[in-house]
């Protein structure tokens, strides 16, 4: 299997603990070049930890982490476990571009800087080029007239979308998405909403965490249900949502879907 045909992100038989507590007990995700995978489930079935996982922002105890074809190298083992080669950690993560849910925008950066910032100073490019594609961007998300502001002077949804910017001037494989939305009023929700809906129109590689159900179901090629750090059920979204086969997704979907 080449680099170009293997799935740009493949998650194996995963384990994470914090101290005590197991919160992935043997995950198995994959997203394929051009999968939009969503990621469901009650707080605290380990949706943001195994995104954190995939993007070696946490370490795992156990299982694999595989991008493009190459897996993760580790040293030690168990709660002693870390990634043995940081410039594949740095090579991932440039290549695996995460929109948090709280923004994470430098505040004393313009909108414009904060997009151009990581390619310049992380990957090295070309001062010009960045702004030209920094610029792009913000064009895509719906806010090129906010380059020269600061954040505190952007809504929520504006931030969220610069932050979506930022991410995408990386050039990234894949997109993370930990749940972009949750911090949003209502309104401002949808804006952000309708530039992930985008991107999976372009056929972007996205992995998303989301409360979101009816996003979920209309941009996802494939959903998992996380429930108590296991996979309890995954499938395409048109049979997931509408036919659950399981009492513990039937239950989640009805209380998330009348919420």
């Given at each position: 299997?080449?680099?170009?045909?293997?799935?740009?992100?493949?998650?194996?038989?995963?384990?994470?603990s914090f101290g005590g507590l197991e919160v992935l007990r043997g995950v198995d995700v994959t997203a394929r070049r051009g999968d939009v995978v969503s990621l469901i489930g009650s707080s605290g079935s380990g949706k943001s930890?195994?995104?954190r996982c995939a993007n070696l922002l946490e370490d795992s105890q156990q299982g694999e982490v595989i991008f493009c074809g190459e897996p993760v190298t580790w040293r030690g083992a168990g709660s002693n476990r870390h990634p043995a080669?940081?410039?594949?950690?740095?090579?991932?993560?440039?290549n695996l571009s995460m929109v948090f849910q709280q923004f994470n925008l430098w505040a004393h950066m313009t909108i414009l800087q904060n997009v151009m910032e990581a390619p310049v100073s992380v990957l090295g490019r070309d001062r010009a080029e960045v702004e030209e594609a920094a610029r792009g961007y913000l064009d895509k998300v719906g806010i090129a007239?906010?380059?020269?502001?600061y954040p505190a002077q952007l809504s929520g949804g504006q931030q969220q979308r610069a932050a979506i910017a930022r991410a995408l001037c990386m050039e990234p494989k894949a997109l993370l998405f930990d749940e972009p939305t949750s911090a949003l009023d209502p309104e401002l929700e949808q804006e952000v909403v309708r530039v992930i809906r985008d991107l999976a129109a372009e056929g972007r590689t996205m992995i998303l965490v989301t409360h979101?159900?009816?996003?979920?179901?209309?941009?996802?090629?494939?959903?998992?249900f996380l429930h108590q750090g296991r996979v309890g059920e995954e499938g395409a979204p048109d049979r997931l949502f509408e036919q659950p086969e399981t009492e513990r997704l039937r239950g989640f979907l009805s209380s998330t879907m009348a919420a």
């Open positions: 299997m080449t680099a170009d045909s293997a799935p740009v992100l493949e998650i194996r038989d995963l384990h994470k930890t195994l995104l080669d940081r410039k594949q950690v740095l090579r991932i993560r440039t007239d906010k380059a020269d502001a979101d159900m009816n996003m979920a179901r209309d941009v996802s090629k494939h959903v998992v």
